[in-house]
C-alpha cells in the first residue's frame, strides 16, 4: 500500500512563495504519474499540476508560469513550487499517484496579508 504525505503548506503573503512536497512511501512511486490538485473552500477539487514518469509536466491554466512540479525518484519525492501566490491560490492541497489511485491527506495554503 501506498501513502503519500504533503508537507510544507502555511499562512504566506501575496507574492509570496511556498514549496510544497509529497513524500511517498512504498516502492512503485517512480511507475506513477504524479498530480497535485486544490480544493478551496465551498469549490470542487480541481487539478493543478501533473508530472509524468518521463518527467513530462502539464498545469491549469490559473497556474502557468507560477508554479513548477518536480519530482525526485531516488527520495519519492514530488514537489510543487509555488510563486508569485494570489489570494486565489488558497486551497488544501492533495497529492495524487494516477496508477495506485492513492491521494494523500492534503496541506493547506493560505495566502493573505
Do not use: H
Not at 497535485?36 to 470542487?44: H, I, L, N
Not at 509555488?82 to 494523500?104: F, H, R
Amino acid at each position: 500500500q501506498v501513502q503519500l504525505v504533503e508537507s510544507g503548506g502555511g499562512l504566506v503573503q501575496p507574492g509570496g512563495s511556498l514549496r510544497l512536497s509529497c513524500a511517498a512511501s512504498g516502492s512503485i512511486f517512480s511507475s506513477n504519474a504524479m498530480g497535485w490538485y486544490r480544493q478551496a473552500p465551498g469549490k470542487e477539487r480541481e487539478l493543478v499540476a501533473i508530472i509524468s514518469t518521463g518527467d513530462s509536466t502539464n498545469y491549469a491554466d490559473s497556474v502557468k508560469g507560477r508554479f513548477t512540479i518536480s519530482r525526485d525518484n531516488a527520495k519519492n519525492t514530488v514537489y510543487l513550487q509555488m510563486n508569485s501566490l494570489k489570494p486565489e491560490d488558497t486551497a488544501v492541497y492533495y497529492c495524487y499517484a494516477y496508477a495506485s489511485g492513492y491521494w494523500g491527506k492534503g496541506t493547506l495554503v493560505t495566502v493573505s496579508s
